[in-house]
């Protein structure tokens, strides 16, 4: 007599909050417009079901349809996002100061997290000066090849730095660093000086500059980055902004959970213990 057949594991079996974390999962910066034999596609369920949970995903305002049938991202799951606490903290902090970096560089200025694997970009103040960059709002891009990356990448733990390395590192210019060796070296020399420099290494043309943002137990909030022109003159009068704009984020971000910091990060009042 034979065994009787195994469960099944995929999604039609899984929860219905799975189902519907699956569908919007399914929409990417790179596919934000998807239409229902996509969402088929991308999520394994059967089209009866993704039909079902997009049409009430439409009525709560979480996913919008267009007139030739197309789905995107609704304005309800913005809302909710932008009541995330931590990003909301850091970015309403950060704004005023990378304005103020844009105007005295005119360059891209970029706020950035540490998200699973990747870069998570937070904010952008950019201007008809800045160069053309690939990233945005949201979007993401890999730690070894950016300088917000490298950044974050420097105060992980080794643990997570070995599965970095592990995963294999993609090379996106003749210039990326993918000798897991010398990025160790790398990241050792951006944690001791506090910047991170990555020349040509996502995308030719470009070089990218970071400096750490701390919160008040000194731990790695956020990278704060300029992204100019290779060999742009600048270079001199552009680092020591980037790093007075992340030293203030980092002050103002650290008095926000604490009302009575008022010392730069890493100094303390001689009356503190």
């Given at each position: 007599?034979?065994?009787?057949?195994?469960?099944?594991?995929?999604?039609?079996s899984r929860?219905?909050?799975?189902?519907?974390?699956?569908l919007?999962?399914?929409?990417?910066?790179?596919?934000?417009?998807?239409?229902?034999?996509?969402?088929?596609?991308v999520?394994?369920?059967p089209?009866s079901?993704?039909?079902?949970?997009?049409?009430?995903?439409?009525?709560?305002?979480?996913l919008?349809k267009?007139?030739d049938?197309?789905y995107?991202?609704?304005l309800?799951?913005?809302?909710?996002?932008s009541l995330?606490?931590?990003?909301?903290?850091?970015r309403?902090?950060?704004?005023?100061?990378?304005?103020?970096?844009?105007?005295?560089?005119?360059?891209?200025v970029?706020?950035?997290?540490?998200?699973?694997?990747?870069?998570l970009?937070?904010?952008?103040?950019?201007?008809?000066?800045?160069?053309?960059?690939?990233?945005?709002?949201?979007?993401?891009?890999?730690?070894h090849?950016?300088g917000?990356g490298?950044?974050?990448?420097?105060?992980?733990s080794?643990?997570?730095?070995?599965?970095?390395?592990?995963?294999?590192?993609?090379?996106?210019t003749?210039?990326?660093?993918?000798?897991?060796?010398?990025?160790?070296?790398?990241?050792q020399?951006?944690?001791?000086?506090?910047?991170?420099r990555?020349?040509?290494?996502?995308?030719?043309?470009?070089m990218?500059?970071?400096?750490?943002?701390?919160?008040?137990?000194?731990?790695?909030?956020?990278?704060?980055?300029?992204?100019?022109?290779?060999?742009?003159?600048?270079?001199?009068?552009?680092?020591?902004a980037?790093?007075?704009?992340?030293?203030?984020?980092?002050?103002?971000l650290?008095?926000?959970?604490?009302?009575?910091?008022?010392?730069?990060?890493?100094?303390?009042?001689?009356?503190?213990p």
């Amino acid at each position: 007599m034979s065994e009787p057949a195994a469960a099944p594991t995929s999604l039609t079996s899984r929860s219905v909050s799975s189902r519907v974390f699956a569908l919007l999962n399914a929409f990417t910066p790179e596919q934000p417009a998807l239409r229902l034999v996509d969402l088929r596609d991308v999520t394994g369920l059967p089209v009866s079901t993704v039909h079902r949970i997009a049409m009430e995903l439409v009525e709560l305002g979480a996913l919008k349809k267009d007139a030739d049938g197309v789905y995107r991202i609704g304005l309800r799951i913005w809302e909710l996002g932008s009541l995330c606490p931590q990003p909301r903290t850091l970015r309403d902090i950060s704004l005023p100061y990378m304005q103020d970096l844009y105007e005295a560089t005119g360059e891209n200025v970029h706020l950035a997290v540490l998200d699973g694997g990747e870069v998570l970009y937070l904010e952008r103040v950019w201007g008809r000066r800045s160069v053309n960059v690939v990233t945005h709002v949201g979007g993401r891009s890999p730690l070894h090849a950016t300088g917000v990356g490298k950044m974050l990448l420097s105060h992980a733990s080794r643990d997570f730095q070995e599965q970095v390395l592990t995963a294999g590192l993609k090379r996106y210019t003749p210039h990326t660093v993918v000798m897991p060796g010398l990025l160790m070296r790398t990241l050792q020399t951006v944690r001791a000086t506090g910047i991170a420099r990555c020349v040509e290494e996502l995308s030719l043309g470009t070089m990218s500059i970071a400096a750490p943002i701390f919160d008040g137990d000194r731990t790695l909030a956020a990278a704060l980055s300029v992204v100019l022109h290779t060999g742009a003159k600048k270079l001199a009068t552009v680092e020591p902004a980037l790093k007075m704009a992340a030293m203030s984020i980092s002050r103002e971000l650290a008095r926000a959970y604490d009302p009575e910091v008022t010392m730069p990060p890493g100094r303390r009042s001689p009356t503190s213990p």
